[in-house]
């Protein structure tokens, strides 16, 4: 799979950091309640973090390409 442009990069980044863990928060605190809906909300934030890393530095989306 070729690397997409570095300006897709960081957008695709900051969706895949910001999206999952606030919506899994939202939608597990109005079915389960605040707690479960915090923790939730932790465990995709985790999930989140895992997969921007793996993109960051095994799939080497760290650096512009234009340099």
Avoid: E, H
Avoid at 35 to 61: E, H, K, Q
């Amino acid at each position: 799979m070729k690397k997409p442009p570095f300006y897709y990069r960081i957008p695709i980044l900051m969706a895949i950091l910001c999206v999952p863990p606030i919506g899994t928060t939202q939608v597990g605190w109005y079915f389960f309640g605040k707690d479960m809906g915090i923790n939730l909300g932790m465990i995709a934030g985790t999930v989140s973090v895992t997969i921007a890393a793996y993109l960051l530095y095994r799939m080497d989306w760290r650096d512009d390409d234009d340099y």
